[in-house]
């Protein structure tokens, strides 16, 4: 798996995970503050993504990516225990790999990400986003051959890819500056790629897409710092009541106004801050 590293090895070690659509670019603003701040700092991309090539057995789920993060940080690199971050499809995989390996995920940071659901607890909470923000989640997992059909030249998949920076309004107006834009969506100019990050979206609507089933769910296990970014249209408008119903162990809840989905990006000074006061919490 691509991926970068930053920091002291042998320090704390922090995984950051990127969600859709991103890569491990989303990290650039937070990586070295991260290192300097004493950790040592693992910035992937996942399958599919980025630098990362797609694999043959064809799945795109949470379960797929929780075991190569597992493979990678565990295994490959050798790390002992870690805390891993995650926003977007990057917040499950966190979940997935906290739930599989408890005794060595020493605490989560979510922000903006799927939540497990229960319905009880979140009686009389806002869980779902307009109603008009799914159709790109519907047609992704539903209709993918004939979206990356239409999108039929890199200047259509940079088009698709920058409204989920601009006017779609994930990000809080003006947080990406146009040259910031082309920077993030030009890893999905190519057709093969942007086709592959589709398939984790038809993961969530076909069971047969998926290589295993999630344990994805509540949390009593482990620490969590909950981060909302307040301006995003696309995530849960209580996310971070939500967060509170099934992470028993919420460190921290901080909701970050004039910002959206991207926190990392939007926020770096902010996300630093909370981020490492929580990493520091035992140190």
């Excluded at 769910?217 to 970014?229: A, C, S, Y």
Aim: aromatic residues 10%; charged residues 25%.
């Amino acid at each position: 798996m691509a991926h970068w590293r930053a920091g002291r090895v042998g320090a704390p070690v922090v995984v950051c995970l990127h969600g859709w659509p991103e890569t491990k670019l989303i990290w650039e603003r937070t990586i070295d503050p991260l290192a300097d701040a004493g950790f040592d700092v693992i910035v992937p991309d996942l399958r599919g993504f980025g630098e990362t090539d797609s694999v043959p057995d064809g799945f795109h789920d949470i379960v797929s990516h929780a075991s190569d993060i597992a493979a990678l940080v565990f295994a490959a690199l050798g790390c002992e225990t870690a805390t891993f971050v995650g926003g977007d499809l990057g917040g499950p995989v966190a979940q997935e790999v906290a739930l599989r390996h408890p005794d060595r995920v020493e605490g989560l940071v979510l922000f903006n990400c799927p939540l497990p659901f229960d319905k009880e607890r979140m009686s009389g909470m806002r869980t779902r986003a307009p109603r008009e923000t799914a159709d790109y989640f519907i047609r992704q997992g539903t209709d993918a051959d004939a979206l990356a059909t239409e999108l039929s030249s890199p200047a259509a998949r940079r088009a698709y890819i920058a409204r989920f920076y601009g006017d779609r309004n994930w990000a809080h107006p003006g947080a990406f500056a146009p040259e910031d834009v082309e920077h993030h969506v030009e890893p999905f100019a190519d057709a093969t790629r942007l086709r592959a990050t589709f398939a984790n979206y038809e993961a969530a609507f076909d069971p047969a897409k998926r290589c295993g089933r999630p344990l994805f769910g509540p949390n009593d296990i482990h620490e969590v710092l909950v981060m909302f970014g307040t301006s995003d249209a696309v995530i849960y408008p209580d996310f971070d009541l939500m967060a509170a119903a099934v992470f028993s162990r919420v460190w921290k809840s901080v909701r970050i106004d004039g910002c959206g989905h991207f926190v990392p990006w939007e926020q770096p000074r902010r996300f630093i801050e909370e981020t490492v006061s929580f990493l520091s919490r035992s140190r």
